[in-house]
């Protein structure tokens, strides 16, 4: 890919939204799979009084939009003012209860996870039914629309693409040790993951132009050292990431 393709795939823009200020892909095309579009807020003429706690706005109790749910409160149920990154708010904003409750909850995956899996780790890496393994990195990309594998050769996977994240589990039979959310597609998770440390995990992808699915295998070295440790983490990373992504199909 050329370096002004990339540009443009990466470029942002600061927008001003009744919500607040966000800054957004500067082409809609090249957004986050991660993010979540503002929702239409509900009419004022349609709630006359708090959605919440039922209290009656007036003039002195003020109603106000959570940015996140678009719903009317009062100030009591809507005062906390919490970052919403799946929104791409510069600043934090206010939400109710329920949505800051929810968006706290993201917040690690944004301070933590999405850090590891854009920073990368080596895997060995098996593509389609080949019994041969490449040593690969494997990171998202800065727009978190790609994994980008780099070895001898170099691979892009659009995250929109993959149907299935299958994650297998340290310490367990092969038959036994998988936790899979099939998520990103919309389909139902088969199940999810407990606490057990993952040491490899499968993905399906289709591959605009071709027809079927292609098979990838990522699997951390066997070695008990900071590489394998660091594959490991990402691999954690990445099962929160399509965790997020199946519980957001609602949203």
């Known amino acids: 890919m050329s370096s002004e393709v990339a540009a443009r795939r990466d470029a942002k823009k600061l927008v001003r939204s009744p919500?607040?200020?966000?800054?957004?892909?500067?082409?809609?095309?090249f957004g986050s799979p991660f993010g979540l579009e503002e929702p239409p807020w509900v009419p004022d003429k349609e709630c006359p009084r708090c959605m919440q706690c039922d209290a009656k706005f007036d003039f002195l109790t003020r109603k106000h939009h959570c940015r996140r749910c678009g719903k009317c409160f009062c100030d009591k149920c809507c005062g906390q003012k919490v970052a919403l990154p799946r929104m791409c708010f510069v600043d934090p904003v206010r939400q109710c209860a329920a949505c800051a409750l929810v968006s706290r909850k993201e917040a690690e995956f944004y301070d933590k996870q999405l850090r590891v899996l854009q920073n990368g780790a080596t895997f060995l890496v098996t593509f389609g039914n080949s019994e041969k393994s490449e040593t690969m990195v494997c990171r998202l990309s800065s727009n978190q629309r790609f994994l980008l594998l780099d070895g001898d050769g170099h691979h892009e996977i659009e995250i929109a693409h993959i149907s299935t994240v299958q994650t297998f589990a340290e310490g367990?039979?092969?038959?036994?040790?998988?936790?899979?959310?099939?998520?990103?597609?919309?389909?139902?998770?088969?199940?999810?993951?407990g606490n057990t440390r993952a040491t490899g995990m499968s993905l399906q992808y289709s591959t605009p132009g071709s027809e079927g699915m292609t098979q990838l295998k990522l699997t951390a070295g066997e070695d008990a050292n900071a590489s394998r440790g660091q594959s490991m983490a990402w691999l954690a990373a990445m099962h929160k990431a399509t965790k997020l992504l199946y519980e957001s199909r609602d949203q």
Request: hydrophobic fraction near 25%; charge should be negative; glycine fraction near 10%.
């Open 19 to 29: 919500s607040g200020l966000r800054m957004v892909p500067e082409h809609r095309a």
């Open 172 to 193: 367990s039979p092969p038959a036994e040790d998988t936790h899979s959310h099939t998520s990103l597609l919309g389909s139902l998770p088969t199940s999810e993951g």
